[in-house]
């Protein structure tokens, strides 16, 4: 979807061009902020926090600087950093929140049971890392972003990021190989 001409409405004051922006990014935006380890409640509070301010500060969004999806991601990352390094955040363990399932369609107890544990694992592992580690993974592995965007996010060098996330991958492997081990 070419959001430029939403942009352009929204410049003019159009809140249904600013609503049909808000679908098309609200589900990629809450992803990455449940990657960002965070609860769904918080997760969605972020989201709605990020899109307000984006409509709020529009006029500041620079299109020559940044597509504006990386401006988007760059306000919920911010937002989901200051909330997570606050000194009150307690850590919410996730749960698994899944469309109900056919009969049919139901694993077995022993494959739900070892996806499940798998999958803490992961988290608890990406827990162990830090907040910015998180966050690069976040935008380079699920939602797919180049690394010149993602550094635009991160306030970094593309070079940086590129260590980081070589680092984080390192770290995230060890991680899980501890748990195994």
């Not at 929140?97 to 608890?124: F, G, M, N, V």
């Not at 070079?159 to 081990?181: I, M, P, Y």
């Amino acid at each position: 979807m070419d959001i430029k001409p939403l942009l352009q409405k929204i410049a003019a004051g159009d809140k249904q061009a600013y609503a049909n922006v808000v679908k098309h990014y609200q589900r990629p935006l809450f992803g990455f902020l449940g990657r960002m380890a965070l609860s769904q409640s918080l997760a969605e509070e972020i989201a709605q926090e990020t899109f307000f301010r984006a409509w709020k500060n529009f006029g500041e969004y620079k299109p020559e600087v940044a597509e504006f999806s990386t401006w988007l991601f760059t306000i919920a990352r911010n937002l989901a950093l200051n909330e997570l390094s606050r000194s009150a955040y307690q850590h919410e363990v996730k749960t698994d929140e899944a469309l109900p399932e056919t009969a049919c369609d139901r694993p077995q107890p022993s494959e739900e049971l070892a996806r499940k544990q798998q999958k803490q694992k992961l988290q608890d592992a990406l827990w162990k890392l830090s907040l910015q580690d998180r966050s690069a993974l976040a935008l380079a592995y699920i939602h797919d972003l180049e690394m010149t965007a993602i550094a635009r996010i991160e306030g970094c060098t593309t070079s940086a990021v590129k260590t980081r996330l070589h680092r984080a991958k390192e770290k995230l492997r060890q991680l899980l190989e501890e748990d195994d081990g």
